[in-house]
């Protein structure tokens, strides 16, 4: 897939999470294969305003070519804020069109912009006006199952200016529940003649094998597939490159990358933070492990690296002299 002149050496891209893709994530994923990443979304607002966290959000370090996600419901104000990352030096700006959390999309901005396309329209525009490097964007569906409105989006932005799409197979109302709709998915594909991302239940090989054959999207946008499980972006390279299946991880290799993730977060944020996303993280790496329920309440309770680091020892020895 080409963006603009760059172009990737995979079909395996990360997804923007709130919460969860900062820079430590994404270098990890990086570090295991995804070709493509995109910082969590910033407020196009705050971020004007000078916002130090909105800052920090768009910092990037070794996890290029990184796109720099932003969000909001106003066209002069996106296109100052895309200017504004230019100084992180973001391989693209991806504008946010998709996010069906309520305090976004119930004040003007991310997926209620499906509800007004001529808006969304100007924003692509605008902010594709103020940028030289490639503009991006991320729907869904529709806002629900009764304006489906994709393609109609799709095209439109493509006009205005867009050189990537993002699709997530959901309505709005959905949010992460129901099944993916591919064929929506294909007509936005066929529709377009810029490169389309396929987003959506994204799992495991199969799955990401089923999502290009079913709508023949350019890429794979892979979000919470990755959670607890940077080793997605290398099994998906190497199925659907050479047609191999790469071993699971063996739990000592889950618990030795929890831990470097982990510490990776304490280098940028400080222990005190770390130890409390951790807890989060955690979660999703030792899901399925023995005793794993107990496990993740007592990660819970844990202010200190050295703390878990004692119970990565444990689960990994636990688990070994089962198997």
Same mark, same amino acid.
């Given at each position: =897939?080409?963006?603009?002149?760059?172009?990737?050496?995979?079909?395996?891209?990360?997804?923007?999470?709130?919460?969860? !893709?900062?820079?430590? #994530?994404? *270098?990890?994923?990086?570090?295991?294969?995804?070709?493509?990443? %995109? /910082?969590?979304?910033?407020?196009?607002?705050? $971020?004007?305003?000078?916002?130090?966290?909105?800052?920090?959000?768009?910092?990037?370090?070794?996890?290029?070519?990184?796109?720099?996600?932003? #969000?909001?419901?106003?066209?002069?104000?996106?296109? @100052?804020?895309?200017?504004?990352?230019?100084?992180?030096?973001?391989?693209?700006?991806?504008?946010?069109?998709?996010?069906?959390?309520?305090?976004?999309? =119930?004040?003007?901005?991310?997926?209620?912009? =499906?509800?007004?396309?001529?808006?969304?329209?100007?924003? %692509?525009?605008?902010?594709?006006?103020?940028?030289?490097?490639?503009?991006?964007?991320?729907?869904?569906?529709?806002?629900? *199952?009764?304006?489906?409105?994709?393609?109609?989006?799709?095209? $439109?932005?493509?006009?205005?200016?867009?050189? !990537?799409?993002?699709?997530?197979?959901?309505?709005?109302?959905?949010?992460?529940?129901?099944?993916?709709?591919?064929?929506?998915?294909?007509?936005? @594909?066929?529709?377009?003649?810029?490169? %389309?991302?396929?987003?959506?239940?994204?799992?495991?090989?199969?799955?990401? !094998?089923?999502?290009?054959?079913? /709508?023949?999207?350019?890429?794979? =946008?892979?979000?919470?597939?990755?959670?607890?499980?940077?080793?997605? #972006?290398?099994?998906?390279?190497? &199925?659907?490159?050479?047609?191999?299946?790469?071993? *699971?991880?063996?739990?000592?290799?889950?618990?030795?990358?929890?831990?470097?993730?982990?510490?990776?977060?304490?280098?940028?944020?400080? *222990? &005190?933070?770390?130890?409390?996303?951790?807890?989060?993280?955690?979660? &999703?790496? /030792?899901?399925?492990?023995?005793?794993?329920?107990?496990?993740?309440?007592?990660?819970? /309770?844990?202010?200190?690296?050295?703390?878990?680091?004692?119970?990565?020892? @444990?689960?990994?020895?636990?688990?070994?002299?089962?198997?």
């Amino acid at each position: =897939m080409k963006l603009g002149n760059l172009e990737l050496k995979n079909r395996a891209l990360l997804a923007p999470m709130a919460g969860i !893709a900062d820079r430590a #994530f994404r *270098e990890l994923c990086v570090q295991h294969g995804a070709a493509y990443t %995109v /910082t969590e979304m910033v407020s196009s607002k705050g $971020l004007t305003l000078g916002d130090k966290k909105s800052a920090q959000l768009l910092t990037i370090g070794s996890e290029r070519p990184c796109a720099a996600q932003i #969000f909001g419901d106003e066209p002069e104000t996106m296109a @100052k804020a895309a200017e504004k990352c230019l100084a992180f030096s973001p391989a693209a700006i991806d504008i946010n069109m998709g996010c069906p959390a309520p305090k976004v999309a =119930m004040n003007g901005g991310g997926a209620s912009l =499906m509800k007004q396309p001529q808006l969304a329209y100007e924003i %692509v525009k605008a902010v594709s006006e103020a940028v030289t490097i490639p503009v991006t964007f991320k729907i869904r569906k529709g806002w629900d *199952e009764d304006s489906v409105n994709a393609v109609m989006l799709a095209e $439109l932005c493509e006009k205005a200016g867009a050189k !990537a799409i993002a699709i997530h197979g959901r309505t709005r109302q959905q949010m992460y529940s129901g099944a993916v709709d591919y064929d929506i998915i294909r007509a936005v @594909k066929q529709a377009v003649g810029i490169p %389309v991302i396929g987003n959506g239940d994204i799992i495991d090989e199969q799955s990401a !094998a089923l999502m290009l054959e079913k /709508t023949g999207c350019d890429a794979l =946008m892979i979000g919470r597939g990755a959670l607890g499980n940077p080793w997605i #972006f290398e099994r998906i390279n190497a &199925y659907l490159s050479e047609c191999r299946v790469l071993p *699971e991880p063996t739990v000592t290799q889950k618990m030795v990358t929890m831990l470097h993730h982990i510490q990776t977060i304490i280098d940028y944020k400080g *222990e &005190y933070t770390a130890m409390r996303e951790a807890r989060h993280h955690a979660g &999703y790496y /030792t899901k399925g492990l023995r005793g794993g329920a107990a496990l993740r309440r007592e990660i819970c /309770t844990f202010e200190h690296f050295e703390q878990l680091e004692e119970l990565a020892y @444990k689960i990994a020895k636990e688990n070994a002299s089962c198997s």
